[in-house]
């Protein structure tokens, strides 16, 4: 299997050279050249990391079976409260899938779990002396689970930016108490797309990437513009078809849909990859918040980050620049990367572009304001005694548009992405909660009495941690962050 860029299909890489190397040299996004196809009936009484194994196989075959298996077993043990990794819950006639129970409560323990020991396999086998550098934005999630991931692990230093303000609380201070040596967290004065665009400027900064790898540093990212973010993804889609069907909760070949809150588009994209190899799903349900552009994009053709971005209760999902939306077109298109490379430039400089509406149908998108997110949380708690956190809301309220829209009674799959203790505030309003004059581990233990619930270690662990990474920048200064963190000197103009 090789990867080829999304702007120049000739870069062609091993799958361990593409991990390492993160994002392509062209800005292009490493995509695998084929997807490779699964028997399901093979699949069908594996547990997860078995299941894992040979989902992700196809995809990393210079990975000798024995480094893979180690990947694995390292990435899906104990530190997941729940022994099926990802369970699902049946509310009603829907299928929530419970992205949420790693150790940092949010569905990016899933792959950034396994990340780090596919990065240092990886380096294993290309012979990489140098340090790795991971550079990473996030909106929330990401940032926490990376770190986690990855502090402490010998050669690799990791770097996190985040939206000073375009984050929840418990977010904020799960990265700000991070220890390791190795770890360096910065907050930024500007939104996750100002963090997102710095950090691709910085792999793309041919002297920045010179000095650093002249003082022994090469970079990577832990984003899933990383296709070893991507890759593992991949396997949670099968793993809830095929529990459903030992469940007698689907029947043989039944077509399914999948229903995503909808960020940088990664996740979905993960359950489109998963179809490509063979699971049967009838149509995808892209879930946006208040920054709708990916709905717009599926009922128009026209992507358009021409607009403010709003801050919302869902802060994963407030992004205006879909960053693997771009491996989606590439397939789309027939691999056409002189298409996908002009599309990317028109965005860039003139904030939009558009493409063949006809290639999107297998898409539906939808999205839910701040009212329906508040007001499905409360539906659903007071129906069901089923807490749903924000973003898994938006995904319910947009399904639910869908339903209405194309009367389609298919089971659906809606992942939630996110345990409702990390969005404490907004939920416990939603079902009814008065919260003022509450910090925020008040809310929490109110929260868990109304519901019932456990809190999460991950968050009551917090209260009494220190902070230890204070650090603010503009976006303009993330270069000099970066190197002030690694001690490397480098002309900044």
Do not use: W
């Not at 990437?209 to 002249?214: E, G, I, R």
């Not at 999948?258 to 990859?273: D, E, K, Q, W």
């Not at 063979?278 to 349900?285: D, M, R, S, W």
């Amino acid at each position: 299997m090789r990867y080829i860029s999304t702007r120049d299909k000739t870069v062609s890489l091993k799958a361990s050279q593409a991990i390492i190397q993160g994002i392509s040299k062209d800005g292009g996004l490493f995509v695998p050249e084929a997807i490779p196809l699964v028997d399901l009936d093979k699949l069908k009484d594996l547990d997860y990391k078995a299941l894992a194994y040979e989902i992700m196989k196809g995809f990393l075959t210079d990975f000798s079976e024995e480094d893979l298996k180690d990947c694995i077993g390292n990435a899906y043990n104990d530190k997941f409260e729940m022994p099926e990794i990802a369970p699902i819950a049946q509310v009603g006639e829907k299928f929530y899938l419970e992205l949420y129970h790693g150790p940092t409560i949010a569905f990016k323990d899933m792959a950034l779990s396994i990340l780090p020991h596919l990065l240092k396999t990886a380096m294993k086998i290309n012979g990489i002396k140098e340090e790795v550098v991971i550079l990473t934005a996030t909106s929330g999630d990401t940032g926490k689970a990376a770190l986690e991931g990855f502090a402490n692990v010998d050669k690799i230093k990791i770097v996190v930016f985040f939206p000073e303000n375009g984050v929840s609380e418990i977010q904020k201070l799960q990265m700000k108490t991070q220890t390791g040596d190795n770890t360096f967290v910065v907050g930024i004065n500007g939104n996750f797309d100002d963090a997102q665009n710095g950090v691709k400027k910085l792999f793309n900064d041919g002297e920045f990437v010179s000095a650093l790898k002249n003082e022994g540093y090469i970079l990577s990212s832990a984003n899933s513009i990383n296709i070893g973010r991507l890759v593992p993804q991949i396997v949670y889609y099968f793993h809830s078809y095929l529990t459903l069907l030992r469940e007698d909760k689907l029947g043989e070949g039944e077509k399914i849909n999948i229903c995503v809150p909808t960020g940088n588009f990664g996740n979905i994209l993960a359950a489109y990859y998963a179809k490509k190899m063979g699971l049967p799903v009838n149509k995808f349900i892209c879930a946006s918040n208040d920054n709708k552009v990916l709905t717009d994009f599926f009922t128009t053709g026209i992507y358009d980050r021409r607009r403010d971005l709003k801050l919302t209760s869902s802060p994963s999902m407030d992004i205006l620049i879909s960053s693997n939306l771009e491996r989606f077109l590439f397939h789309m298109s027939g691999n056409d990367d002189g298409l996908i490379s002009s599309i990317m430039k028109g965005l860039a400089e003139e904030g939009y572009y558009q493409f063949d509406k006809e290639k999107l149908v297998d898409f539906f998108g939808a999205y839910a304001d701040e009212d329906e997110v508040f007001k499905t949380i409360g539906q659903v708690f007071n129906k069901y005694n089923y807490l749903l956190d924000t973003h898994t809301a938006v995904a319910t309220s947009a399904y639910e548009k869908y339903e209405f829209e194309y009367n389609d009674d298919s089971k659906v799959i809606i992942a939630s992405t996110a345990s409702p203790f990390k969005f404490a505030s907004n939920v416990a309003q939603a079902i009814g909660i008065g919260v003022r004059d509450l910090d925020e581990f008040k809310i929490v233990d109110t929260l868990a009495q109304k519901s019932g619930l456990e809190v999460p270690v991950a968050v009551s662990s917090l209260k009494d941690k220190k902070i230890i990474h204070n650090n603010k920048c503009n976006k303009e200064e993330m270069k000099n962050m970066v190197l002030d963190f690694l001690k490397v000197g480098v002309n900044n103009d």
